[in-house]
């Protein structure tokens, strides 16, 4: 079983940055793939990117390409998501997820979840 705790979220302004964190507990994550998704009220869970185990691959859905950054920590057995020039249509609950796969961007191919943390962008 993995345990992941997502921490970082809040309140920013549009164009703002926040860094978020996911630090995974009970077994380590450097075999899994990692991902972010993303869900705001009354709308489907949303892929937010991906990163491989060994870093060397990531994935990102074009909404957020070029302003959202993941990267991992093993030895920490952390993943983070660095997030800048955020827009109002970033505002969402943020999941840390743990995968089996070596890197994926489908919901379903995730194992293990985190609790979310709330990211709100005003205008």
């Known amino acids: 079983q993995v345990q992941l705790v997502e921490t970082g979220g809040g309140l920013v302004q549009a164009g703002g940055s926040l860094r978020l964190s996911c630090v995974a507990s009970?077994?380590?994550?450097?075999?899994?793939?990692m991902g972010w998704f993303r869900q705001a009220p009354g709308k489907e869970r949303e892929f937010v990117s991906a990163?491989?185990?060994?870093?060397?691959?990531?994935y990102y859905p074009d909404s957020v390409k070029g302003r959202f950054t993941i990267s991992r920590d093993n030895a920490k057995n952390t993943v983070y998501l660095q997030m800048n020039s955020l827009k109002p249509e970033d505002t969402a609950v943020y999941y840390c997820?743990?995968?089996?796969?070596?890197?994926?961007?489908?919901?379903?191919?995730?194992?293990?979840w985190g609790q979310g943390t709330q990211v709100t962008v005003s205008s």
């Open positions: 997820a743990a995968s089996s796969a070596p890197i994926t961007t489908t919901v379903a191919a995730y194992d293990y």
């Open positions: 009970g077994r380590s994550i450097s075999r899994y793939g």
């Open positions: 990163i491989s185990w060994s870093s060397g691959t990531t």
